[in-house]
C-alpha cells in the first residue's frame, strides 16, 4: 500500500473516520479455509495451552476442528465438530455461542483441564460444558483491535464448504 495512503487511513481510523461521517456498508466477505487458519494461527499463540489449532468450515454453520494441547504431551490430537448455536448480537452483547457436538462432548472436561494443566484459553474465549463462547469484543481487545467495533451494527458467521462467510453492516456516525 502506498504510504501516503496508509497515513491518511491511520489519520482517519485515529480520529473515527470524521472524513465518511454518515457512511454504511454492508459486506460478505467470504474467508477460505487457508486465511482463517492463518489468522488464527496469530490469536492462539495468547493460548500456551494449545499448540495447534486449524479449523476447516463446512456447509451448514459447522466447523471441523483439530486441537493439539501442550499438556500432557501425550495427550492426542483433539478432532470435534462445532455448531454455530448463537451469533453475536451488537453492540449488547458480541459473544457467539457454538455448539461441541458428537465426540465434542468430551471437551466439556476440556475447560477444566486447560486449568489444571497450567495454561488456557485465548483471550475472550471460555468452555462451559459443551458450549463455547466466543466474546468478540475481548478477542479483538487483546489483539488491540477492539475500536472497530465501534462501527458494527451487525455481524453475522456463516459457513460454507471451506469458507467461513462474515456478514457485516457498519456504519460511521
Given at each position: 500500500m502506498d504510504r501516503r495512503?496508509?497515513?491518511?487511513?491511520?489519520?482517519?481510523?485515529a480520529a473515527g473516520f470524521t472524513g465518511l461521517s454518515g457512511s454504511q456498508a454492508r459486506a460478505a466477505l467470504r474467508v477460505s479455509t487457508p486465511l482463517l487458519n492463518e489468522a488464527i494461527a496469530t490469536f492462539v499463540g495468547a493460548a500456551p495451552a494449545i499448540t495447534a489449532l486449524e479449523v476447516t468450515p463446512r456447509a451448514g454453520n459447522r466447523f471441523d476442528v483439530h486441537?493439539?494441547?501442550?499438556?500432557?504431551?501425550?495427550?492426542?490430537a483433539i478432532n470435534v465438530?462445532?455448531?454455530?448455536?448463537?451469533?453475536?448480537?451488537?453492540?449488547?452483547?458480541?459473544?457467539?455461542?457454538?455448539?461441541?457436538?458428537?465426540?465434542?462432548?468430551?471437551?466439556?472436561f476440556a475447560g477444566p483441564a486447560l486449568g489444571?494443566?497450567?495454561?488456557?484459553?485465548p483471550p475472550g474465549v471460555r468452555i462451559e460444558g459443551d458450549r463455547v463462547f466466543v466474546d468478540i469484543r475481548a478477542v479483538l481487545a487483546a489483539q488491540g483491535q477492539k475500536e472497530w467495533l465501534d462501527y458494527v451494527e451487525q455481524l453475522q458467521i456463516s459457513t460454507d464448504e471451506g469458507a467461513l462467510i462474515l456478514y457485516v453492516q457498519a456504519r460511521v456516525t
Open positions: 495512503l496508509e497515513t491518511l487511513l491511520n489519520r482517519q481510523r486441537v493439539k494441547m501442550a499438556k500432557p504431551a501425550f495427550l492426542p465438530t462445532v455448531a454455530i448455536e448463537r451469533q453475536p448480537q451488537f453492540p449488547a452483547d458480541p459473544t457467539l455461542v457454538l455448539h461441541l457436538t458428537g465426540a465434542g462432548g468430551l471437551m466439556r489444571a494443566f497450567g495454561g488456557g484459553l
